[in-house]
């Protein structure tokens, strides 16, 4: 990638990415993504690798950075993986989703009666099902509550509730509730009705009832909420609020948060019966909605969030607990702190029709501030469907097709996370939406509840497309409930509930929770009361782990730092470890652990350990051996485990504890190899004189042998006697000669011990008694070792091919650049092969290709690039090609102002009709600036002039009038040169009669010119300047 200085551009980069999709064929499948870059880049849709076109049935619709994919009337040929794929001048990008596509739905068989028979027994026995689930409910206080399921299998399963996944007695006093068992009508089961006497608050939660049988397990769950019965309002309006709770015995805690930021409070409470909580703020009970929210967290403690703080969320806020046996509470006074830089109209609460548009508008101190939108957590980028217009200090987000989930908090961000806040609210079929994301741990229970306008209708529960079954879904009034007790991995999706065209969505994910490994076993003990034979005895771990469980046992050789597994035990007790289990004879330690499907317990380690020698036997037995004259000659075989042994040679025995050695004075000499279970014996160039040698290997279970038998080799090589080494370099033809003493006699070439092959790069001929191997252009890959064999002898050639040396054509001469911080370098380099690798270096390190320093080939040029330059970039570098260099010094010189003269306020005093002109030289030749009088931009006519000339901006008045005076500002990014100008009908004092009537010049540019370059390549000799 090419980096310039000023509009370099940035890759493609996914904001959203696409989510997978599934459908029912012939429904409509869309994926959608955002991506932004500089420039925009190009999007294109691939699926099984080939390039996707607009059709009847597929299109591609844009909305500035989102880009779609619509797929019309799916069909299972449609399913796959499609890839959206980004690309521009600075890069390339993509993403893919899954799109599944479902067979339709057969017809819905006929409603069976919830009390059907089961199968008489003998018939076939099953796992629990629930032929009715329990029902949520939204109660008063003091309302009795019965909570019944039926549920059937063989054999009949056992019934049992809990709350919030608490026993019921662990809650309960047994006066509160009363379990109620029965048979379902028609003996189609069992049932077990939960009967709550006066509901407490307290008692709001999850309730599940479990079925068990032999067969398996099923649950089913329903929401209870418990609401405080309905305050009258009081009869005078303006009469202040008695106060709930009595007054606070000791001062309140106090807590700071700045404004935009959450406040946490959290309360624990405990006492019997369960208390009931209720929070307040200023006196008044506080009841939950989008900012305030009110929960009780896994720890059982009361948490009160307050989401995006504002001034008027500043007071008291009251943790209040009451039972039977009294009351208690805890106080926090919250204090807002506003910032020093504020929004100069805050947003409002706006609310809006569902498919219609909502307004949001707010006004910032400054028209060149930067704003941003955030639909709570989410930032909002410009698109159809969030319109963000900016008019002067105006901020205004139109939300177009308002649907349920655009409900919710918003908030506008000036620089220095400055916020303002609004809610908006949309009116349709659906009056509380589900929240954006739901995080829950396996095996907990969650619930989505939904409340709707109108009271009795039916809506539609799913999960990634799929109705969800009914046992979890309950309806009440205006309440819609879905409970999934025991949540698994499977339930974790995208669930939404529909209600005609209006429908909500949550993100469900579920969270694995972390289980704890076994403890690790104790009392381990190691006994060696027989030979080669060890016993390990241990005991279970304290306390015994909740789940399956095994012993895994590992051995250690004294001396080695590795653990090798031996073998598991599921029960405790004693094993012993014969010297069979081990592969080679030494001294061995012991360590034990316990295992578990949630990891693995630490490892106790046995006092002590145990010599232990393995039985070895023949796997492979040696071999008679037949060699040529001056050959070596290789005995070996293989063991079944790791032991030592002795090699003879005629009966005499070989030192074993040298690798290398000779059988007498002027005798033969031989090498010892072992190599884990293999041994190796290898006589070195063998004479005629030790045929019929007999060797043989013994250790303890075995003994073999073999005999040694020296064949004449019916040919001779006459040259070369010796290995001869070459070299050359590439495209250099090679020949290698080996000349027999029999003509015509066959011999191979081989090349680090392959047989080569012929082809256009290498060629063999034969010519009489000269064997030829030809390399027509060599090169570097053609290195190595060259063998040419025939019976019992052969040649060998070393080869060594090397690259022709490179050299360095520019620059010759030691180069000086000077650069000003974020400006763009390039050192260049050209070699003399477009080939040729080169390495770079800084200050004596290697560099290496980064977003900072960038290498770049093209031909026989060789870059390196900094982008964007700052005062450490600077240094020593050097190009190396083989063994020439090339110099470069780079100086940076860090730049802190952009505006260079004039350095403070100018006062200009003209008269009518003159000239003037107001300099302003800045540091940089492309800087912009923007000319402004009395706060209003000036714009260019023929009586105000602006002109630019390398460093130096003007603004020229050709003739000035009197409405022309006032202050002048010259600005570049946060810096501005002042002048203030004075225009009088004539000069007031003496002095004037000198001036000229044509020009006022006020501003002179420094003597001293700066040379700056703005586009790469930008290099400059030494001395040029």
């Known amino acids: 990638m090419k980096a310039g200085s000023g509009d370099q551009g940035s890759p493609p980069c996914f904001l ?37 076109a607009a059709s009847e049935r597929l299109s591609f619709p844009a909305d500035g950075a989102e880009h779609g994919l619509l797929l019309t009337g799916a ?82 399963p056992t019934l049992s509730w809990e709350k919030d996944g608490m026993a019921l007695d662990e809650v309960w006093d047994s006066s509160h509730f009363a379990l109620e068992p029965g048979r379902a009508e028609g003996g189609g089961g069992v049932s077990l009705a939960l009967r709550i006497r ?160 909502a307004v949001l508008e707010c006004k910032v101190p400054n028209s060149r501030i930067p704003t941003a939108w955030f639909r709570e957590d989410q930032r909002l980028l410009p698109c159809r469907k969030y319109e963000q217009i900016e008019e002067g200090t105006v901020r205004r987000l139109i939300i177009h097709r308002l649907k349920a989930d655009d409900d919710g908090v918003y908030l506008c961000e000036m620089r220095g996370r400055v916020r303002t806040v609004a809610n908006v609210t949309v009116k349709g079929p659906i009056l509380k939406r589900l929240p954006r994301k739901l995080d829950v741990l396996e095996g907990e229970n969650a619930v989505l509840l939904v409340e709707t306008r109108e009271a009795g209708v039916e809506g539609r529960w799913s999960r990634d497309g799929e109705d969800l079954p009914t046992t979890c879904q309950s309806s009440s009034g205006h309440m819609h409930a879905l409970v999934l007790p025991g949540v698994t991995r499977e339930d974790a999706g995208e669930v939404t509930f529909s209600l005609g065209n209006s429908r909500t969505t949550t993100l469900l994910r579920v969270k694995c929770v972390k289980h704890s490994p076994p403890g690790p076993p104790v009392l381990a003990e190691m006994f060696k009361g027989r030979k080669n034979v060890v016993l390990l005895t241990w005991k279970p771990p304290e306390p015994a782990p909740e789940t399956p469980f095994i012993y895994r046992l590992e051995r250690q050789k004294v001396g080695s730092e590795d653990w090798v597994q031996c073998f598991s035990v599921e029960k405790a007790g004693a094993v012993e470890v014969p010297g069979d289990c081990v592969p080679s004879e030494g001294d061995y330690r012991f360590r034990i652990c316990s295992v578990s499907e949630h990891g693995r317990s630490p490892h106790i380690v046995f006092h002590g350990s145990a010599h232990l020698v393995p039985t070895a036997r023949l796997v492979a037995g040696l071999k008679d051996v037949q060699v040529y004259d001056g050959e070596d000659a290789v005995f070996s075989l293989i063991l079944s485990t790791i032991i030592q042994g002795t090699w003879f040679l005629n009966g005499e025995e070989l030192k074993g504890t040298e690798p290398e050695g000779q059988v007498g004075p002027g005798a033969l000499r031989y090498c010892v190899e072992h190599n884990g279970p293999q041994h190796q014996l290898t006589l070195q160039a063998v004479k005629h004189q030790d045929s019929g040698a007999l060797v043989g290997f013994s250790c303890p279970g075995v003994q073999d042998s073999a005999a040694l038998t020296i064949q004449e080799s019916p040919v001779h090589i006459l040259s070369p006697q010796d290995k001869v080494p070459l070299t050359f370099t590439t495209l250099e033809r090679v020949v290698l000669t080996c000349e027999l003493s029999r003509v015509g006699f066959p011999a191979s070439w081989y090349k680090d011990g392959q047989k080569v092959e012929e082809s256009e790069s290498l060629v063999v001929k034969v010519d009489g008694r000269k064997h030829r191997l030809i390399l027509p252009a060599a090169e570097v890959r053609d290195s190595g070792e060259f063998e040419c064999r025939t019976e019992g002898v052969s040649a060998i050639f070393s080869i060594t091919v090397r690259d022709p040396p490179v050299h360095i054509l520019d620059p010759r001469e030691h180069v000086f650049v000077h650069a000003i911080t974020s400006e763009c370098v390039v050192l260049t380099c050209e070699v003399d092969r477009e080939d040729a690798p080169v390495h770079w270096y800084k200050d004596g ?25 700052q005062p450490s970039d600077g240094g020593e570098f050097q190009c190396v090609a083989g063994d020439e260099r090339a110099y470069f010094t780079v100086n940076i010189t860090d730049v802190s102002s952009w505006i260079v003269y004039p350095s403070g306020k100018v006062y200009v005093a003209a008269v009518r009709l003159e000239r003037v002109v107001l300099t302003c030289e800045l540091c940089r030749p492309w800087a912009e600036v923007r000319w402004t009088k009395d706060g209003e931009e000036v714009v260019e006519s023929p009586a105000r002039l602006l002109q630019k000339e390398d460093t130096v901006r003007r603004l020229v008045l050709p003739a000035v009038q009197l409405e022309d005076s006032g202050e002048y500002l010259c600005e570049i990014d946060d810096e501005s040169a002042s002048f203030t100008v004075t225009v009088t009908e004539s000069y007031q004092s003496q002095d004037s009669s000198n001036n000229n009537p044509e020009l006022c010049v006020l501003l002179k540019r420094p003597k001293t010119r700066r040379l700056w370059s703005r586009f790469p390549p930008w290099r400059r000799a030494a001395g040029a300047e």
């Not at 990415?17 to 880049?41: H, M, N, Q, Y």
């Not at 009869?235 to 948060?257: H, I, M, R």
């Not at 989008?290 to 059982?300: F, H, V």
Request: glycine fraction near 8%; include cysteine; charged fraction near 25%.
């Open 16 to 52: 959203r990415f696409p989510r997978p999709v599934r459908v029912v064929s012939g429904a409509e499948a869309e994926l959608k993504c955002v991506v932004l870059g500089e420039p925009p880049p190009t999007v294109v849709w691939e699926k099984g690798g080939q390039q996707l």
């Open 75 to 156: 069909l299972p040929t449609d399913a796959g993986v499609y890839v959206c794929r980004a690309r521009n001048a600075a890069g390339e990008a993509y993403a893919a989703a899954a799109v599944t596509v479902l067979e339709p739905p057969g017809p819905e068989p006929e409603p069976q009666p919830a009390e059907r028979p089961l199968p008489p027994p003998g018939a076939g026995e099953g796992a629990p099902v629930f032929l009715t689930g329990p029902r949520s409910q939204w109660v008063l206080r003091g309302t009795e509550v019965v909570l019944a399921c039926q549920a059937g299998g063989l054999p009949a």
């Open 198 to 357: 006066a509901a407490r608050l307290p008692d709001s939660g999850v309730y599940v009832c479990h079925a068990r049988n032999a067969h398996g397990h099923a649950q089913a769950g329903a929401l209870l909420q418990v609401s405080q019965l309905p305050e009258s309002p009081p009869e005078d309006p303006d009469e202040a609020p008695k106060p709930v709770v009595e007054p606070l015995k000791c001062a309140p805690k106090t807590f700071w948060v700045n404004e935009g930021k959450h406040a946490k409070f959290r309360c624990y409470v405990m006492g019997k019966p369960e208390p009931e909580i209720e929070w307040l703020w200023e006196g008044r009970p506080l009841l939950p909605d989008r900012r305030r929210l009110m929960y009780r967290d896994r720890d059982g403690g009361f948490v009160l969030k307050v989401l995006y703080c504002q001034a008027r969320d500043r007071g008291l806020y009251v943790c209040a607990a009451r039972n039977s046996a009294g009351q208690t509470l805890s106080a926090v006074q919250l204090h807002v702190k506003e910032p020093r830089l504020r929004f100069s109209r805050p947003l409002q609460d706006v609310e809006g029709r569902e498919h219609g548009i």
């Open 845 to 869: 390190q290697e560099v290496e290709d980064s977003d900072i320093m960038v290498l770049e080939n093209e031909g026989p040029h060789r870059r390196l690039v900094l982008p964007a330059t």
